[in-house]
């Protein structure tokens, strides 16, 4: 298996410009889990689905942030619009619900918003 | 969630075993230890996890003690590729599928 694919690896930027990430859970899985990571606040975890729906977006920091997860193999992440401190690195996790919860992470997506 | 408790960061001699602890004394009776690592500039990789028992697999070893209130993840013939921050995570299994990775165990394995 390919794992979690995520695109793009590296985002650069303006302020005030939409930006979109992708992720491809690993196949069989059917949760999936949006992280954000920064060096002052850690791993932060800003959403997830189960079975495509959205079951706890708590973390997700403000209206200009919005997750989709329109299909099993397919979510994606928008900033709209995007601010400087919005830089940070997006990983994506998926999870197969017989599992005992053990998520498998993707190599993430580098954001600069300058 | 317990709370889970690290040190900050430990050394580790290339080929000893490397013994991370993590104290977890909040724990309640159906929540696991879950153990994560992530090596710099890569996604967090899961090692291991365990409820009660002491578990094995290719990657690691996790010692729980008896009343679970701590735990240990022995790596047991560390490599310059073990370098990482590990993470100790303990996680109820009706607490829906969020995991509260805290600041870890900055791990450097030493030639």
């Known amino acids: 298996d390919a794992g979690v694919i995520q695109s793009p690896r590296h985002e650069v930027t303006e302020m005030g410009q939409e930006v979109t990430l992708r992720c491809k859970p690993i196949s069989g899985h059917n949760s999936l889990f949006w992280y954000r990571q920064t060096m002052m606040r850690g791993l932060e975890l800003l959403i997830y689905f189960n079975n495509n729906v959205p079951i706890d977006d708590s973390g997700m920091p403000e209206d200009r942030f919005s997750a989709k997860m329109p299909n099993a193999s397919f979510s994606t992440l928008k900033i709209q619009p995007s601010e400087p401190r919005d830089s940070a690195v997006y990983f994506c996790?998926?999870?197969?619900?017989?599992?005992?919860?053990?998520?498998?992470f993707g190599p993430g997506t580098r954001l600069t918003v300058t | 969630d317990a709370k889970t408790t690290q040190p900050p960061s430990m050394d580790c001699a290339e080929g000893r075993a490397a013994n991370l602890p993590c104290n977890h004394s909040t724990i309640s009776g159906n929540e696991y230890v879950y153990w994560y690592r992530q090596i710099h500039s890569q996604g967090p990789q899961y090692i291991i996890h365990g409820l009660k028992n002491n578990e094995t697999n290719e990657m690691a070893s996790l010692i729980i003690t008896e009343d679970r209130k701590s735990s240990t993840l022995i790596l047991p013939h560390a490599t310059l590729r073990d370098t990482a921050v590990y993470y100790c995570i303990v996680r109820g299994s009706n607490t829906g599928n969020q995991f509260y990775f805290g600041t870890g165990t900055s791990l450097t394995v030493i030639p």
């Open positions: 996790a998926s999870r197969h619900s017989g599992s005992q919860g053990e998520q498998y």
